[in-house]
């Protein structure tokens, strides 16, 4: 049957209307010539280590830097990775690691990989907004599961065991945690490995903000020996480093799943960009002073914020989220209201519930996107919504 000009049923349910409203509001201002604070986006005012810029990288020294990378990686990326690897605790040969264009085509191509449509992923929630459209777009289903905000007041294996079903494949874990800022326990890490092995389920671990733990970084869940067999952990440049626009990053697991991911990643975008993934390399090899600034920075910002919201300092990643029902007015049941009087103070942040159906009257703000002066003047200006 004809579809022009719909789109696929599953696309249809992906876009979140939320967001993009605001989004517009804040273009308008901007072309109003207002001065507006972005708080909205996980992304970094530092530029990044100078030899893992893209105009660090030269044809004179890598001929050929324009033509495909090999699908798999270029050497020198996969052999930092593997050493990076090494240097977090687990061993991992180069042959079981694929570079991706990022951790969002990392997830992309995992997902696709492992899921068949009809399937489900437990999904802990608040989350990373992108993870549910990921698993939405091969038609599987993204169970959000209350969690990150009321860690100390669940039984985690007991929340987790409540959600599977006969269609339950994957377990999503993300630490440090976007939005929350929260790194999870060993404990509670303990707890949901222990489902995913007791349910035989995949285990996907979102590394992002693996180099983003302001106190002491635990072990990996990837590098722990009782899951082997089921984890596929996804990495980036990103945040770390701040490469988000090169679009670089890593994935890996057991070896047979890895074939299969390398299949898919060929098919999705082939390879990620080759000069970026030169650039990556350095930043691995060379980048260990410029994290530690990044990482030392941003957690005296992300406690900054928090002391102006009044609420804990983030152990880890780039965000805080915060309940804003003290600060809605009557009649208000969700947060917009609350952004839009954000915005007009000229402070743009995001919807809560882009992070799950249960967090509409949360706020997400990200301490990282703009420099400490213009957090600070961002954080004054929305004293007066915020009391
Ligand atoms: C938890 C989490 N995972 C993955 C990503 C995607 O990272 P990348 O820029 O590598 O696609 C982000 C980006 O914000 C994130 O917060």
Redesign the pocket.
Known sequence: MPRHPHVSSTTETLSSRVFSELAAKAARLRREGRRLYDLS??DTYREPLMAARAEAQTTAEHPHLHTYAPPRGVPELLDAVSERLSSLGGEVPPERIQI????????SVVCETILDPGDEVLLPAP??P??RGIIASRGATAVQIPFYDRLERIDVREVLEAAITERTVALYV?TP??PTGRVLSPAVVDAMVEVARAHDLWLIT?E??QDLCFAERPRPIWARPEVQDRVIA?H????SYGL?GA???YTHGPEAVMKAIRGVQTFSTYCAPKPMQLGAARALKEGDAWVEQARSAYAEAGRLAAEALGIDAPQG???LFFDATPYLRDGEDDAMGLLDRCLDRGVLLTPGVSCGVDYARWVRLCFTSVPRPELEAALEALGPVLS
């Open positions: 986006v996980g991706m264009s990022g951790a969002t085509s990392g997830l989350f990373w992108l993870i993300n945690h976007n979102d992002a903000y996804c980036t440049l990103s945040k988000a679009r670089v990053g990643g780039t965000f």
